[in-house]
């Protein structure tokens, strides 16, 4: 059974950095194929994708998010990291960390929410 | 980065009759295009990958069509659960992926 949960702060600052950690339980970031996406949701909005990483270590990021985001992964931990700089409060959203195999989105974790206020 | 424009933006149809929700690409994604369900207070759900294949557990009233930029989700009958939104998601690639801005089933 495959499962992930993000945790972190659910309340940051304007300018502050965020850090979010996805766990995942149930399969193996070094598998081929395997990767760990982050995609958030603002209240009452569409998704967005935000990062993804994958099992050879191969990190992409959302175009308009790049200069802020690193994605990095700790195999022996079963564990994502999502660090985002300089937040606004137009980043409140929740965050959503989700598995994708292949290039398929099969599995999400809850997502929490994140409000930036100051 | 390629730009996903579903339409309707919301469609408003009564437990029984068929839905079809649409999903344009700005450029061709071959056939890495999928479906999710989305209800209140929870995370998305796949219904349909690779355009046209149903995920594990997905009744087969859903169908997905399409290649290329054009693309459709069908519900055949709707069901009082199927009511919610619906996001199509591109992974044309694995650099950058996109969501639409998603379609709302409502109740008449």
């Known amino acids: 059974q495959i499962t992930l949960k993000e945790s972190g702060p659910t309340l940051v600052k304007p300018t502050q950095t965020l850090t979010l950690t996805c766990t995942f339980s149930g399969f193996s970031l070094n598998t081929a194929g395997v990767a760990v996406d982050w995609i958030r949701q603002p209240p009452g909005k569409a998704l967005e994708w935000v990062a993804h990483i994958y099992w050879n270590d191969g990190k992409y990021y959302s175009p308009s998010l790049k200069s802020r985001l690193t994605i990095t992964k700790d195999t022996a931990k079963n564990q994502v990291v999502l660090t985002m700089t300089n937040m606004d409060p137009d980043d409140t959203a929740i965050y959503f960390c989700?598995?994708?195999?292949?290039?398929?989105?099969?599995?999400w974790g809850q997502g929490m929410l994140v409000t930036v206020s100051s | 980065e390629i730009v996903l424009t579903q339409s309707p933006g919301t469609l408003s149809l009564s437990p029984g009759e068929r839905a079809t929700l649409s999903c344009r690409a700005s450029q061709s994604v071959s056939s890495k295009l999928a479906w999710f369900q989305q209800k209140p207070g929870q995370a998305p759900r796949l219904l349909i990958h690779d355009a046209t294949n149903r995920a594990t557990g997905i009744p087969d009233r859903f169908s997905g069509s399409g290649s290329g930029t054009d693309f459709t989700l069908t519900i055949s009958r709707l069901e009082p659960g199927d009511f919610a939104v619906y996001y199509c998601q591109q992974s044309a690639g694995s650099l950058s992926w996109t969501f639409g801005q998603g379609t709302k089933v409502e109740v008449k």
């Open positions: 989700a598995q994708s195999y292949w290039y398929v989105l099969g599995h």
